[in-house]
């Protein structure tokens, strides 16, 4: 799954839009193309790139902040689940009578 173009020349590389890059990582997933590109695309919209002048390294700049996004979003939701679990507990002192 190398979308890098090592192979190509360096001209190669750089005349490669964002359009095309999108649709390449798309359709390598294996994943529905059309919906994995319209995700892609809101992920590289939302770290500020455009997705017409993507390049590789911003789409990977774009997904590092996304995957860091959904760890601390997961980790935010771990914890308010925890905290809700905690305020459930019975104690030993609350089932004496």
Same mark, same amino acid.
């Given at each position: 799954?190398?979308?890098?173009?090592?192979?190509?020349?360096?001209?190669?590389?750089?005349?490669?839009? #964002? *359009? &095309? +890059? +999108? &649709?390449?990582?798309?359709? +390598?997933? #294996?994943?529905?193309?059309?919906?994995?590109?319209?995700? +892609?695309?809101?992920?590289?919209?939302?770290?500020?790139?455009?997705? %017409?002048? $993507?390049?590789?390294?911003? $789409?990977?700049?774009?997904? $590092? %902040?996304?995957?860091?996004?959904?760890?601390?979003?997961? %980790?935010?939701?771990? *914890? %308010?689940?925890?905290?809700?679990?905690?305020?459930? *507990?019975?104690?030993?002192?609350?089932?004496?009578?």
């Amino acid at each position: 799954m190398d979308v890098s173009k090592k192979n190509k020349s360096n001209d190669s590389v750089d005349k490669t839009n #964002g *359009a &095309e +890059l +999108l &649709e390449e990582v798309a359709t +390598l997933t #294996g994943l529905p193309p059309d919906w994995v590109q319209t995700e +892609l695309t809101k992920i590289v919209t939302n770290s500020g790139h455009e997705p %017409a002048d $993507l390049t590789l390294d911003d $789409l990977r700049t774009s997904m $590092l %902040a996304y995957l860091e996004e959904m760890q601390k979003d997961l %980790a935010d939701q771990e *914890a %308010a689940e925890i905290a809700t679990l905690e305020q459930m *507990a019975v104690s030993p002192s609350d089932l004496s009578h």
